[in-house]
């Protein structure tokens, strides 16, 4: 009988490695497509004018969008819709969009709400108080927009001041019973 040792067992992890690298072992099924990777070449401009930020970070846009359709299978032919319907008002800031009268169509409106919240809240999906299931998308802590406008007086937390889901419930100031 074979010992294993700590090398053996390095040995085949090593080994392992080049037979990922080479697609020798396929990826998990639910993996994206090639088409589903990548974020359509507008997805940061129609972000900028919707959130009204030109600044946005380009190499947020990939994983901003990542998120939008992980979280919504309809998502990509929602956003080809917005996408049309902005380039077809010639819309190229954000009063534009407002002027144009999409934000009064419930569906295309609806759209715009996902991408600007994801933007600005750094993640995709409600945060449920101590749930392990259907979980948000996390895209961002420190880079969501919603620090921006305090940035100069807040302090970004790092972690959990008030312990795991603190949040999730109202602080005694405001607490109405």
């Not at 074979?2 to 690298?21: D, I, N, S």
């Not at 401009?45 to 380009?58: D, H, M, Q, R, V």
């Not at 144009?100 to 169509?105: I, M, R, V, W």
């Not at 392990?132 to 880079?143: D, L, R």
Request: charged share 20%; glycine share 8%; aromatic share 10%.
């Amino acid at each position: 009988m074979m010992r294993t040792t700590r090398r053996r067992l390095l040995g085949y992890g090593v080994a392992f490695v080049p037979l990922c690298l080479m697609g020798g072992v396929s990826g998990p099924s639910w993996a994206l497509t090639e088409k589903e990777k990548g974020c359509p070449p507008d997805f940061l401009a129609i972000s900028a004018i919707l959130t009204a930020s030109p600044e946005l970070n380009p190499i947020m846009a990939p994983r901003v969008w990542h998120a939008l359709i992980t979280k919504d299978d309809a998502f990509m032919a929602r956003y080809r819709r917005l996408s049309d319907e902005m380039a077809a008002h010639r819309i190229r800031s954000w009063p534009d969009y407002e002027a144009s009268g999409l934000s009064a169509q419930k569906e295309i409106h609806s759209i715009a709400v996902a991408v600007v919240g994801a933007w600005y809240l750094g993640r995709v999906g409600e945060v449920l108080p101590r749930s392990e299931i259907n979980t948000p998308a996390f895209i961002t802590y420190e880079g969501a927009l919603m620090w921006r406008s305090t940035r100069d007086v807040t302090v970004i937390p790092t972690y959990a001041r008030g312990g795991p889901g603190f949040w999730a419930e109202a602080p005694s100031s405001v607490k109405t019973d």
